[in-house]
């Protein structure tokens, strides 16, 4: 019998995306194996039953009664797993920071669980780098947001009635989600500059037709993240960063490391100094956020001030985000089968680094 590739109807509030697209379960079968499908699983996503040309359908119960391996976007609810056979394999973003009783549940089941989050940053992941895939459309639709939330136009216009001169945006981190927040920044014509506490950033920063900020504090780390800023190191930031904010129109910010709270970058003195109208989108508000006075998920004003907590944005583009998601879930999958089998070798980083749970044992923090 073929192994079963299988994925549900994401349940998680607000989620519209899918781990498999027509486009990827077109590329499993190719490989030989069988793709199996709860109805309407992509219908939020762009992908009607319709779409999906060959493939098979069942309700939830009989998806995970034949599942071999199934993909997920976000964690299922733990019930999900006690449908699994013992021996499955998940894979998917099972976010494992606090999640003790989510990977009790998996162990608890003997399965085998793989959280993409955990992949190491290195040249070979890139193919299979979730966070990097998922933040660019974050990045992106935040750069949206805030131009539609701002009270001002973001280019420069020449009009009947005079020139408005181009907004100020400042993009604080210039990971994945940041550099794409300045690229779409950039095309709509603000006049940007993005900051970042890593030094070699500066010259992405450029390439993007961005200016880059410095405020003289260096914290070049280790893994593509920066290391966490001394005492005296964030002092210094706080103080050039506030001064320099009193002239920006639009904030993104972006800092964000997996598994630890958003750092705090800008706090509720910055905020107040900032002038009325300006606008903050803080993309680390799942993590707390980088603004002392965000609400994950919420409006907030503060003395003329608006800061914006989106939640998931990702699953707001569902359609590329998907196909993005679906494609690094596939090339994983990749690594996971030989020789018509599943069968993970556990000699490999990138197995045994994303690993959470694997016949009866719980494998992550071991």
């Known amino acids: 019998m073929p192994i079963t590739v299988a994925a549900l109807r994401e349940t998680a509030a607000g989620e519209r995306r899918v781990a498999i697209t027509p486009e990827m379960a077109k590329k499993l079968r190719g490989k030989g194996l069988r793709v199996l499908l709860e109805h309407d699983a992509g219908r939020a996503a762009g992908f009607p039953d319709a779409a999906y040309a060959e493939t098979e359908f069942a309700d939830a119960a009989g998806v995970l009664a034949q599942a071999d391996l199934l993909a997920c976007v976000l964690p299922p609810e733990d019930?999900?797993?006690?449908?699994?056979?013992?021996?499955?394999?998940?894979?998917?973003?099972?976010?494992?920071?606090?999640?003790?009783?989510?990977?009790?549940?998996?162990?608890?089941?003997?399965?085998t669980a793989f959280s993409l989050e955990l992949l190491p940053r290195t040249t070979r992941a890139q193919a299979m780098d979730v966070l990097s895939s998922q933040a660019a459309v974050a990045g992106y639709r935040a750069m949206l947001i805030a131009a539609e939330a701002s009270p001002k136009f973001f280019p420069m216009l020449t009009t009947a009635a005079g020139t408005i001169r181009p907004s100020k945006v400042l993009v604080i981190g210039a990971g994945v989600a940041g550099l794409q927040a300045i690229a779409t920044a950039r095309r709509l014509g603000a006049q940007i500059e993005g900051y970042d506490v890593r030094p070699e950033t500066r010259e992405q920063v450029e390439s993007l037709g961005a200016k880059f900020l410095d405020l003289g504090v260096s914290a070049a780390g280790s893994g593509g993240y920066a290391r966490e800023l001394s005492a005296e190191e964030r002092a210094a930031q706080q103080q050039a960063l506030?001064?320099?904010?009193?002239?920006?129109?639009?904030?993104?910010?972006?800092?964000?490391?997996?598994?630890?709270?958003?750092?705090?970058?800008?706090?509720?003195?910055?905020?107040?100094?900032?002038?009325?109208?300006?606008?903050?989108?803080?993309?680390?508000a799942e993590g707390g956020g980088n603004c002392e006075l965000t609400r994950p998920g919420e409006r907030v004003e503060h003395g003329g001030v608006v800061i914006l907590g989106p939640l998931n944005l990702p699953a707001g583009a569902p359609l590329h985000a998907s196909e993005m998601y679906a494609r690094n879930v596939y090339n994983f999958v990749e690594l996971l089968v030989h020789d018509g089998e599943l069968r993970p070798d556990f000699d490999d980083e990138l197995i045994t680094r994303s690993c959470l749970s694997h016949a009866g044992e719980t494998r992550f923090g071991a």
Do not use: C, N, W
Not at 81 to 87: N, S
Not at 249 to 278: F, S
């Open 79 to 111: 019930a999900v797993f006690a449908g699994l056979r013992e021996g499955s394999l998940v894979v998917g973003q099972l976010r494992p920071y606090g999640a003790d009783q989510r990977i009790a549940a998996l162990t608890a089941r003997k399965l």
């Open 242 to 284: 506030a001064e320099h904010l009193k002239t920006i129109d639009v904030i993104v910010t972006t800092a964000a490391v997996p598994g630890r709270p958003a750092p705090k970058i800008l706090t509720a003195a910055m905020v107040e100094g900032m002038k009325p109208g300006a606008l903050i989108v803080d993309l680390a």
